[in-house]
């Protein structure tokens, strides 16, 4: 009777169902998203910093209209700090130009004047004595720079109804320089306004960013409106007007 008892037992697990096998765990209810494929995260970087922002702002048309409007900043050092007009001992005056004019090999300035009221539309172009400084001019230009005994030298030479005058004296600052007075035979005309061209400029040079020209007093007596050209070689790097109040 032990044993059948015993067998009974024994074969209990494989007569009653799974669910009344002691210790058994109930079914979990099915999760909602079984079956439903998640995509895949894209990979980061964990160095990468916050994401970029478009600026909005930048896509509406007031926005595109106004970079449109604003005119575009020169860049460093193109254009002169300040022109000025400076009265300097003995009577004479002087155009003072404040701009790195070391920066550039080869420079010159050109300075023409127009009597008067400047025109509304009026053109004035400049010498473009740099295209004549070769041969015996250039050779010439360096005599006259060179001997400043007896009051200085000077040099003349004409080109189309021009006379090119170079003279080489002492200017206002105490060094030897040379200017070139331009006498044009045109008469009603922009090319009869009178002009002079200084090259050589660290003669005419207070420091490395600072030019002080001297005016000759008989062409540019009458006021009126200075035109500047500041060349390096051939090329006018900028220009800029300043008024004149003329040799009184």
Request: aromatic share 8%; with cysteine.
């Amino acid at each position: 009777m032990r044993y059948f008892v015993l067998l009974l037992l024994a074969a209990l697990p494989l007569i009653l169902p799974p669910r009344m096998v002691c210790g058994a765990q109930p079914k979990p209810k099915s999760d909602p998203t079984d079956g439903i494929v998640l995509p895949a995260r894209p990979a980061t970087d964990q160095n990468a910093g916050p994401p970029k922002t478009e600026d909005a702002s930048s896509d509406t048309p007031e926005a595109e209209a106004a970079s449109t409007d604003v005119p575009k900043r020169p860049k460093a050092g193109a254009v002169p700090t300040l022109i000025d007009v400076v009265s300097v001992p003995g009577g004479k005056k002087t155009l003072s130009v404040h701009f790195r004019w070391s920066l550039f090999t080869n420079s010159s300035i050109e300075v023409r004047l127009v009597p008067g009221q400047l025109r509304k539309g009026a053109t004035v172009s400049p010498v473009y004595f740099a295209e004549e400084l070769k041969g015996k001019v250039r050779s010439e230009l360096y005599n006259c720079l060179d001997h400043s005994e007896r009051g200085g030298r000077t040099y003349s030479f004409k080109r189309d109804s021009i006379t090119f005058e170079m003279v080489g004296r002492r200017n206002s600052l105490g060094k030897q320089g040379v200017c070139v007075e331009v006498h044009p035979e045109e008469h009603g005309s922009e090319k009869a306004d009178p002009a002079v061209v200084f090259p050589q400029l660290d003669t005419w040079a207070v420091d490395r960013e600072s030019l002080s020209l001297d005016l000759p007093r008989e062409q540019f007596s009458k006021s009126g409106t200075l035109f500047v050209w500041f060349f390096r070689g051939t090329e006018v790097v900028w220009e800029e007007q300043v008024r004149w109040p003329g040799y009184r």
